[in-house]
């Protein structure tokens, strides 16, 4: 049985709500940001880990860096050549899991956004892929990881929300706590057009430390800790945990 990351019908019914237009119109802003923690030269090599449909990938093209996206849905590397080529834009679209996707000191930074990290049951798995992409840094290149933590989970938690989309779409997330506050399990719910589809969706949960404690396992020297892409502190006040990690 596939799990919920190896099911093409999960991202696809997803798209629309994972890829809204806000969050495309919001690429630019972010990518601002993005380089900035990373203060990567012009021209760069990039890497886009689990890229999607390209959104930050394409962004960084269209401002000179030499950029590979890596994801395991054809579906929406396609539409991000389909984009590029629209653009003339000069990308690579990898299809590859980030388990076993590795290129030996190709790259000067490598982003995995929007929680895009910790998908695997087994957590060995998630150290392979820091492993990875220490190998595919060049020496002083760096990681940057942006996803929610375990700490603002722990305030805003809620086992259940629901809302509805302007197309009319409802949408209802259930959610509970596995594996001593390691491990969140999701039951995801779409109602379109008097169709109700479910998907299971779990991830491992990561606090500041233990993540940073994973990145110095799998090699990163130096591991700074954000409470969001602008820089500020992970404290009470942060909205998402941002790891930057340099390869010495």
Not at 171 to 186: A, P, S
């Amino acid at each position: 049985m596939k799990t919920w990351h190896d099911d093409d019908s999960f991202w696809k019914a997803w798209a629309p709500l994972l890829f809204t237009r806000a969050r495309l119109e919001n690429a630019p802003a972010e990518v601002d940001r993005i380089l900035a923690l990373l203060k990567v030269n012009p021209g760069a090599a990039i890497l886009d880990l689990c890229c999607g449909p390209g959104r930050h990938a394409l962004e960084m093209a269209r401002r000179g860096y030499r950029v590979t996206g890596v994801d395991r849905t054809r579906a929406y590397l396609a539409a991000a050549r389909r984009q590029a080529a629209k653009e003339k834009l000069d990308v690579e679209f990898v299809p590859a899991d980030m388990r076993r996707f590795r290129r030996t000191r190709a790259f000067d930074a490598v982003i995995n956004m929007f929680t895009a990290f910790g998908y695997f049951r087994k957590q060995a798995d998630d150290l392979r892929v820091l492993k990875n992409v220490y190998a595919s840094l060049r020496p002083g290149g760096a990681l940057l990881i942006d996803l929610m933590g375990k700490e603002r989970i722990a305030k805003m938690f809620n086992p259940r929300t629901w809302h509805r989309e302007p197309d009319g779409t409802i949408v209802l997330e259930e959610r509970w706590l596995e594996d001593g506050f390691g491990w969140i399990e999701n039951r995801w719910t779409i109602i379109r057009k008097g169709r109700m589809r479910t998907y299971p969706v779990g991830h491992r949960l990561y606090s500041a430390v233990e993540l940073r404690a994973l990145l110095k396992q799998a090699g990163f020297t130096r591991v700074k800790v954000f409470g969001d892409l602008d820089g500020s502190a992970y404290d009470q006040n942060a909205t998402r945990l941002v790891l930057v990690a340099w390869k010495k």
